[in-house]
């Protein structure tokens, strides 16, 4: 069973920068792509961006493409989030999550383990 616990939300002014870090354990992290999701109050969550089990391709989201960075380390059972430009609409509660899927994902549906989120709020 994977468990994925994320840390490094919290509150920040628009225009700063936050590292998100989802660390794995139980089940084999370098056979799982990983992504980020994230859900604003009172909307659907949506995804973020995911990564390749190699860390070769990755995906974003339109909305976080030059500004959000995906990256893991397969040493440190470890996936990280760097977001930079930070807009008050980025505020979210962000979710780590794996899939076993065979090819990179980009729906919810498709993730198998999820983290229990972290909150990263973004003031104007």
């Known amino acids: 069973q994977v468990q994925l616990v994320e840390s490094g939300g919290g509150l920040v002014q628009a225009g700063g920068s936050l590292r998100l870090s989802c660390a794995s354990s139980?089940?084999?992290?370098?056979?799982?792509?990983m992504g980020w999701f994230r859900q604003a109050p009172g909307k659907e969550r949506e995804f973020v961006a995911a990564i390749s089990r190699s860390g070769i391709i990755i995906n974003y989201a339109d909305s976080v493409k030059d500004r959000f960075t995906i990256s893991r380390d397969n040493s440190k059972n470890t996936v990280y989030l760097q977001m930079n430009s930070l807009k008050p609409e980025d505020t979210a509660v962000y979710y780590c999550?794996?899939?076993?899927?065979?090819?990179?994902?980009?729906?919810?549906?498709?993730?198998?383990?999820w983290g229990q989120g972290t909150q990263v709020t973004v003031s104007s």
């Open positions: 999550a794996a899939s076993s899927f065979a090819t990179l994902v980009t729906r919810a549906m498709e993730y198998d383990y």
């Open positions: 139980g089940g084999t992290f370098s056979s799982n792509r």
